[in-house]
């Protein structure tokens, strides 16, 4: 009997050959099969807004708050709210000043994952872009531009309460804090208080005169890792700005200015108690505490003009 038109599966097998390519055909049917069901079934779940397709329920729920703007877990110190309750543990090192994710390279510290990642490309790709001035090189041109207030000095981001300017949006943004949260981190000597603790730890040198951060070359110390980065230019660049008196070269031309008073003896930064002028507003700060009854404390702090340590650097947040 001839078989019928409509018959669809094959006949089955009568010897071990056909019986293992009976095998193959149907373990690739199958195959075929589970992976439409992946395609099928993969993004199940649609948003009624944007139209993004989800795998889960819940990742489309998670998703809705894009949307919706509810924002239910909360900072405890700063009252922020956030869509996740790990996004809210990711933000509370702005407020511990923990960096728990270190450079297996160079040891450096990062408060998170993301910006550690990003770092490691300093040690992994070529750095085609380089400085004008210090020929430090780069593996994107965005960071050539990044670096380059070093040198120029230039602060184009201003704090709209204060006035107070950065070279760094992200310097601008830890800086806001002063003024919109609570610090819960205070001195034990003088009882100022912090948004941040790693600020309340590097305030703390102001008490104790410790600087931790020494010049590989001609072993002098500073106080915070910032001062002994700027310092670092004095040996590892030009220095093509020239006192017209002295003829001493600097790496910047605000290093001049700040330098000139040396021979023309302005003070154009007065004490509001006792009307004593100083040429660096780095010297009135420090001079401010023999008012506040800390001046003991400051006998053997550096109050040399020429030291770039001493300006309104304590406090920044480098980047």
């Not at 992946?38 to 779940?45: D, N, S, W």
């Not at 450079?103 to 070529?126: G, Q």
Request: proline share 5%.
């Amino acid at each position: 009997m001839s078989p019928s038109l409509d018959q669809v599966d094959p006949e089955p097998p009568h010897t071990k050959e056909e019986e293992n390519l009976w095998t193959n055909q149907e373990g690739e049917q199958l195959q075929g099969l589970e992976e439409m069901t992946v395609h099928t079934t993969k993004k199940r779940f649609c948003c009624s807004v944007c139209k993004k397709g989800f795998t889960y329920k819940s990742n489309l729920t998670r998703h809705m708050l894009v949307h919706t703007g509810e924002r239910p877990f909360s900072c405890s110190v700063c009252k922020k709210g956030f869509a996740r309750k790990s996004l809210v543990k990711e933000h509370m090192s702005v407020h511990t000043g923990e960096k728990p994710f270190s450079c297996s390279i160079c040891k450096k510290c990062f408060a998170h994952i993301s910006n550690l990642k990003n770092h490691m490309i300093v040690h992994t790709v070529e750095r085609p872009f380089s400085c004008s001035v210090c020929k430090k090189s780069f593996s994107r041109k965005s960071d050539v531009k990044h670096h380059m207030p070093v040198h120029t000095k230039e602060k184009p981001f201003s704090c709209s309460v204060c006035k107070k300017c950065f070279a760094h949006t992200s310097n601008l943004k830890n800086h806001m804090l002063v003024h919109t949260v609570e610090r819960p981190f205070s001195c034990s000597v003088c009882k100022k208080g912090f948004a941040l603790k790693g600020n309340l730890k590097k305030h703390m040198l102001v008490h104790t005169g410790e600087k931790p951060f020494c010049c590989s070359v001609c072993k002098k110390c500073f106080a915070h890792a910032s001062n002994l980065k700027n310092h670092m230019l004095v040996h590892t660049v030009e220095r093509p700005f020239s006192c017209s008196v002295c003829k001493k070269s600097f790496a910047r031309k605000s290093d001049v200015k700040h330098h000139m008073p040396v021979h023309t003896r302005e003070k154009p930064f007065s004490c509001s108690v006792c009307k004593k002028g100083f040429a660096l507003k780095g010297n009135l700060k420090k001079h401010m505490f023999v008012h506040t009854g800390e001046n003991k404390i400051h006998t053997t702090m550096n109050l040399d003009p020429d030291e770039h340590g001493g300006t309104d650097t304590d406090e920044q947040t480098e980047d």
